[in-house]
Nanobody
Framework: QVQLVESGGGLVQPGGSLRLSCAAS????????MGWYRQAPGNQRELVAR???????NYADSVKGRFTISRDNAKNTVYLQMNNLKPEDTAVYYC???????????WGQGTQVTVSS
């Protein structure tokens, strides 16, 4: 029914930047909140940022001032601009979308972000 495909992960040096994208496709009439979680080895999955259909945003304290979430409703796509990356940002990043038609969340497959010199 619905598929979320992420892109933009990779290896970057501390202080560098990456931009993640997540496009939702399928039979979609509307999307409520979209966002990003991350999970580092040995850690629980944690919320990084979320954005509502109206554009309201929330961020984890650890990324405030460095990460920016945005979305293009016409393209059913959410973005995560990550600046001033730190080694502790290393994790697999997962996007999600809340799609009311099917009364459930959908998740992407995850994209690896590695911050290392």
């Amino acid at each position: 029914q619905v598929q979320l495909v992420e892109s933009g992960g990779g290896l970057v040096q501390p202080g560098g930047s990456l931009r993640l994208s997540c496009a939702a496709s399928g039979r979609i009439f509307s999307i409520n909140a979209m966002g990003w979680y991350r999970q580092a080895p040995g850690n629980q999955r944690e919320l990084v940022a979320r954005i509502t259909s109206g554009g309201s945003t929330n961020y984890a304290d650890s990324v405030k001032g460095r990460f920016t979430i945005s979305r293009d409703n016409a393209k059913n796509t959410v973005y995560l601009q990550m600046n001033n990356l730190k080694p502790e940002d290393t994790a697999v990043y997962y996007c999600y979308a809340v799609i009311p038609t099917y009364r459930r969340d959908y998740w992407g497959q995850g994209t690896q972000v590695t911050v290392s010199s």
